[in-house]
C-alpha cells in the first residue's frame, strides 16, 4: 500500500511538473531603483530568469 502511494505522489509530482500554471502574467510597469551602470541586457536577463540568445541575433 505504501508503494502505490509513493507511485501516485511520484506521478503527480512529475505531472505538475509538466503543465504549466494557469493563466499568464503581465507586468506593465517596473521600477528599478539603484545601480546606474546596469545594462538592459542584465534587466532583461533577472526579469526572463533565462538565458539571452546570444547565437541566435535577429
Do not use: D, T, W
Not at 5 to 12: A, E, H, R
Not at 29 to 43: A, D, I, Y
Amino acid at each position: 500500500m505504501i508503494h502505490y502511494i509513493k507511485v501516485v505522489v511520484c506521478l503527480l509530482v512529475c505531472l505538475e511538473g509538466v503543465y504549466p500554471q494557469a493563466g499568464s502574467v503581465v507586468i506593465r510597469s517596473l521600477v528599478l531603483e539603484g545601480n546606474e551602470h546596469v545594462s538592459m541586457n542584465e534587466v532583461l536577463f533577472i526579469i526572463r530568469q533565462r538565458p539571452p540568445k546570444f547565437f541566435f541575433r535577429h
